[in-house]
Nanobody, 118 residues
Framework: QVQLVESGGGLVQAGGSLRLSCAAS????????MGWYRQAPGKQRELVAV???????TYADSVKGRFTISRDNAKNTVSLQMNSLKPEDTGVYYC????????????WGQGTQVTVSS
């Protein structure tokens, strides 16, 4: 069983920056996808950014050029550097992990709240 633990959320003014981190533990396979989804109040959960182990990253159009995802395969962590934050970035951010050998996705963690004030 894989566990995902997010950290790093908070309250920031528009234009500010935050860095989110996620630590994964358990059997996650040699090749997997890790990343971030977010859910704003009253909206569906949406992809923010994902990155394949040893591969490229994919970003939502709304965060391209502002957010940067990175991962440390040795430590099984994934981070999201968020710059030039906007009020519409507000939401609960969830870490994501999916094994590419089995197609199995880890259960969602509790997420971390990001609030951007205008």
């Amino acid at each position: 069983q894989v566990q995902l633990v997010e950290s790093g959320g908070g309250l920031v003014q528009a234009g500010g920056s935050l860095r989110l981190s996620c630590a994964a533990s358990g059997s996650m396979g040699r090749i997997n996808v890790m990343g971030w989804y977010r859910q704003a109040p009253g909206k569906q959960r949406e992809l923010v950014a994902v990155i394949i182990s040893g591969g490229p990253a994919t970003y939502a159009d709304s965060v391209k050029g502002r957010f940067t995802i990175s991962r440390d395969n040795a430590k099984n962590t994934v981070s999201l550097q968020m710059n030039s934050l906007k009020p519409e970035d507000t939401g609960v951010y969830y870490c994501y992990l999916k094994r590419l050998d089995t197609g199995w996705a880890a259960p969602w963690g509790q997420g971390t709240q990001v609030t951007v004030s205008s």
